[in-house]
């Protein structure tokens, strides 16, 4: 057997953790995926996280994996990258300031670090998916909320206290639907898969017709964005009018990134992108209408190819940064 060295990610979800065994050279060598069971609180999650590593440790001993460079943890803030502390998880009762880098070396005596799970998967990408070889791109995970990851000349972009590139709390309507993190108007409200929702509901109590009513059997908390966007491809007026809207405030946003930033690509990963091209057709209309010429003249936005394991890739290549080796 050969002498390989390991390096785990894990992607610490409000709902599941998916960690993975990977080579340096970026080839997976083994999966865990298992519910975060936050629910039953702290203890229970870290004693989740505790065994989804360990069972990747024993796979890897299997493959010939000689040691472990460090494990890498991306997960929701608000969080201390510098520091390895998570300050507090809403899902997670009693989850409030754990070190959970210092909770990890001690339990396994290797390297840990920390990073914001929207910040994991654009590392992710920049290393071995959509942004592979580029160095200036920004990421925006699109589900539940919006989370932002900025890449400059090839390293995550954290800001002064580790809690820069909140891409998805960018104010695009002052005064507008109220967003989860107590302001108005942020472009999460408007254009998050709960953002669609809320609009589709208020429509529909509008009298808009629709074919999403018969979808959700007349009950409005049956209703999804993923149906939202099953009835746009269906060719349903109200959904294809929802879709054209979502990429249009999402249009704004990145559209004002890209003036920002100047990034050669933007990319969009996250459940929402299920939706495929009807989404991101509109969002590529609409960014190129809210952006000046010289920055958006060469710019592409395009999908994540990682699919659901860009934050564990991410977390993988978080460790490969840190460690001066990527
Ligand atoms: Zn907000």
Redesign the pocket.
């Known amino acids: 057997m050969s002498l390989k060295k390991g390096i785990i990610g894990v992607d610490l979800g409000a709902t599941n953790i998916n960690s993975l065994l990977m080579s340096e050279d970026g080839e997976v060598l083994a999966r865990d995926f298992r519910p975060s069971l936050g629910y039953q609180g702290k203890e229970k999650v870290l004693s989740q996280i505790f065994s989804s590593i360990k069972t990747l440790q024993k796979e890897g001993k299997k493959s010939g994996v000689s040691s472990f460079l460090g494990i890498g943890v991306g997960s929701p803030g608000p969080l201390s990258v510098s520091k390895g502390i998570i300050y507090h998880s809403p899902n997670i009762p009693g989850w409030e300031n754990v070190p959970l880098v210092d909770i990890l070396q001690k339990e396994f005596n290797l390297a840990v670090f920390l990073e914001n799970d929207a910040n994991a998967a654009a590392l992710g990408e920049w290393w071995r998916g959509a942004g592979k070889g580029i160095n200036y791109l920004f990421l925006l995970t699109l589900g539940t909320g919006i989370g932002g990851g900025i890449i400059i000349d090839g390293n995550v972009y954290h800001g002064a206290w580790d809690v820069g590139a909140?891409l998805?709390?960018m104010?695009i309507k002052e005064g507008g639907m109220s967003?989860?993190?107590?302001?108005r108007g942020?472009?999460?409200?408007y254009a998050s898969a709960t953002g669609v929702v809320k609009r589709t509901i208020s429509a529909i109590k509008h009298n808009h017709k629709t074919i999403i009513t018969r979808l959700i059997q007349n009950d409005l908390n049956n209703l999804t964005c993923e149906l939202v966007f099953k009835a746009a491809k269906q060719g349903d007026e109200l959904a294809l009018w929802i879709v054209e809207e979502t990429g249009r405030y999402l249009g704004i946003g990145v559209g004002s990134l890209i003036n920002i930033l100047n990034p050669q690509i933007v990319i969009l990963a996250g459940g929402m992108i299920k939706a495929g091209d009807i989404l991101l057709k509109q969002v590529k209309k609409y960014a190129m209408l809210n952006s000046l010429k010289a920055s958006r003249e060469k710019v592409e936005i395009v999908p994540a190819k990682l699919g659901e394991n860009s934050g564990a890739i991410g977390a993988v290549a978080t460790v490969l940064k840190r460690k001066g080796i990527i």
């Open positions: 909140e998805g709390h104010v967003c989860g993190c107590g302001a942020c472009l999460e409200a």
